[in-house]
């Protein structure tokens, strides 16, 4: 989760939250679209997510389009690269002290 690479990632610990939450079978829900193929609300287990952060785990290719909903929202599942990434998240995260930790949760 080290924010060195070529995209920032948007707040940090809200998006290892995410990823987290997702796990290897939880998909994120993308309700409506837009012009650009993106939705206008993102939603996983009825929790809303920030479009900041489904827009830039799709544009990073960590979660991709499996299917819709009975309903049909688009589910987004983690990508081969997006359970990579969620595992380095995972490791980053536990190898902070509890400071470091805080920081990051205050200043994102």
């Known amino acids: ?5 070529k995209t920032p990632i948007p707040i940090r610990a809200e998006t290892l939250k ?3 939450l997702m796990g290897n079978y939880a998909p994120i829900l993308m309700l409506g679209d837009d012009a650009e193929g993106y ?4 939603t996983i287990d009825g929790q809303p997510v ?5 827009t830039y785990l799709m544009q990073s290719g960590y979660i991709a389009d499996s299917g819709t909903t009975e309903l049909g929202a688009r589910k987004l599942a983690l990508t081969e690269s997006g359970a990579e990434f969620r ?3 995972l490791l980053w995260w536990n190898g902070l002290s509890l ?8 200043r994102g």
């Open 99 to 106: 400071l470091q930790k805080l920081n990051i949760l205050i």
């Open 39 to 42: 939705g206008t609300r993102w």
């Open 87 to 89: 595992k380095a998240g």
């Open 50 to 54: 920030q479009p900041a952060i489904a």
């Open 18 to 20: 995410v990823l987290r």
């Open 1 to 5: 989760m080290d924010s060195r690479g």
